[in-house]
């Protein structure tokens, strides 16, 4: 099996982390087809685009789609900025029609001391959070702002088709069914008549799904209930900008940010009849470390490794990379991000030699 991978590293530390992830695909001595692009804040530069025509051909070409990250000082300066480098990742999913963000949270019993929360409540934390994509808030019209000081005012518009929540909503009771049987829909249906569409939905899907336990909780309970009983959680199915809002805060229970990978799929299907995917980190570009070398890698890695399990269907060599990071965490190897008394820093390269090491 070839397999035809674009690399879109992207901005800040995002080179330095999709350079280590392929060294840990090679050592596995897969056969790579690899091809890269810029895109973000390096392409708008270079091209006058974030998301250059050119690169977004290679990821419609690709099988799957490696993403390290996007964002630069310069337009965090400049909020007015009709060019962005954001655009690039939110052009390719509406492009490849990536509607769902799989973003697993499990703890590492090594790193329970990373988390600021109290060990007796993340261990044993294993939950995904599902977030829709391509609609909502993020992609409603009319958006913009308007007028000059003092008078200024701005809209941002919350969207969605019932067709647009229900395949999210199969997807995680097809989910749930594989592992803990459990959905809890997070929305704000007290106040929002989306939330209520979406709650509607789910309730009509429930009935395909008498295997699975489903519950509705008001996006902002759950994200109190997250950070008091995290194991009760199984799949959280939410809508974009309460996804990425729970999927940040739920990172602080794994630790760093710089330990949580993702995968944004569609319904398409690659070459080798798999779900054509777009997998990242989700820790941004974070251009304050940028080319020191000590990045955490192994968000980018454990992102490749659901790669190989959601785009390839190479479960025994993704368990393989997930099992590695596992033991060079048990061995006490950290980056600076996670480490802690008695730990051993290592910066971006090695701790990726280290998991190859242990493959």
């Known amino acids: 099996m070839v397999l035809r991978i674009a ?34 804040g390096c392409a708008i530069e270079r091209f006058g685009t974030a998301l250059p025509e050119h690169a977004l051909r290679l990821a419609q070409d690709a099988d799957a789609v490696l993403f390290g990250a996007v964002g630069t000082p310069r337009f965090d300066q400049d909020p007015s900025a009709t060019v962005r480098p954001e655009q690039a990742i939110l ?9 769902a963000n799989l973003r697993p949270v499990r703890t590492f019993d090594a790193l329970l001391d990373a988390s600021p929360l109290k060990p007796e409540i993340v261990r044993g934390t294993d939950l995904i959070i599902l977030r829709e994509l391509t609609a909502g808030a993020y992609f409603g019209k009319p958006q913009g702002q308007v007028g000059q000081p003092p008078d200024r005012s ?14 999210l909503l199969i997807m995680a009771f097809e989910l749930a069914r594989g592992r803990k049987r459990k959905v809890t829909q997070a929305d704000k249906a007290n106040v929002m008549a989306t939330g209520r569409l979406w709650r509607a939905v789910a309730h ?27 194991r009760n959680f199984d799949i959280i199915a939410t809508e974009n900008l309460f996804g990425d809002i729970l999927s940040d805060e739920a990172s602080m229970l794994a630790g ?12 398409a299907l690659n070459r080798h009849g798999y779900r054509r995917g ?30 190989l399990r959601w785009s390839f269907g190479l479960v025994e060599q993704a368990g393989r990379i997930e099992r590695a990071v596992a033991r060079a965490l048990d061995d006490g190897l950290r980056c600076r991000d996670i480490a802690s008394p008695g730990t051993t820093v290592l910066g971006t390269r090695e701790m990726a030699q280290a998991v190859i090491d242990r493959l």
């Open 7 to 40: 690399v879109l590293p992207g901005d800040g530390i995002g080179p330095e982390v999709c350079a280590e992830a392929v060294r840990v695909l090679q050592a596995l001595n897969l056969d790579l087809d690899i091809h890269t692009a810029d895109v973000g």
């Open 204 to 230: 009509e899907l429930r009935e395909e799904y008498p295997d699975v336990t489903y519950e509705d909780m008001y996006a902002d309970a759950c994200a109190m209930h997250l950070l008091r009983n995290p």
């Open 278 to 307: 777009l997998y990242e980190p989700i820790h941004g570009a974070a251009h304050d470390i940028a080319g020191q070398g000590v990045a955490n890698p192994l968000a980018m890695i454990l992102s490749a490794a659901m790669m």
């Open 256 to 267: 760093s940010l710089g330990m949580l990978p993702s995968a944004s799929l569609g319904d």
């Open 154 to 167: 701005a809209v941002d518009t919350t969207s969605y088709t019932e067709a647009e929540i229900r395949r």
């Open 91 to 99: 052009g390719l999913r509406k492009a490849l029609d990536l509607f």
